[in-house]
């Protein structure tokens, strides 16, 4: 059995990655042999077979071993970041903002979104599936 980390106990790593178990959740991370993508034990992606994945204490350590970090689940973010908290988040800080009058004085949505450090179609993207409408129509 194959695991990038010393110290992790390769049964628990992979219980808690099918579970995806939110209380282990920046304690290991998961890289993917055939995609060489690393994720999160809580990624929403479809999980890999188990003979396929290794697992590392940190993301530095996946990094090292030649994985990239998964752009569903960003593992590479810092925990308690907007990024690590995922899309809800970000619309949440969206609309704080819109509700601050963000858009009220001459930004746009680009501005919105560089500001939220994502481009402009993935902020409208997002606002559609959590909020039901675009940016402007909830400004």
């Given at each position: ?120 179609r993935h902020l ?16």
């Amino acid at each position: 059995m194959r695991s990038g980390g010393e110290g992790l106990d390769r049964r628990a790593c992979d219980r808690a990655r099918l579970a995806r178990d939110a209380r282990f959740d920046g304690r290991f991370f998961t890289g993917v042999l055939t995609t060489r993508i690393y994720c999160r034990p809580t990624c929403p992606v479809k999980p890999a077979r188990s003979a396929n994945v290794v697992f590392f204490p940190t993301a530095a350590a996946a990094e090292r071993a030649g994985f990239r970090p998964c752009l569903r689940c960003r593992p590479e973010a810092a925990p308690g970041t907007p990024a690590w908290r995922g899309a809800a988040a970000s619309v949440t800080r969206a609309l704080r903002l819109i509700e601050a009058g963000f858009l009220d004085d001459g930004r746009r949505v680009d501005d919105l979104a560089d500001t939220l450090g994502m481009t402009s179609r993935h902020l409208r993207r997002l606002f559609l599936r959590h909020a039901g409408a675009s940016p402007t129509a909830v400004a």
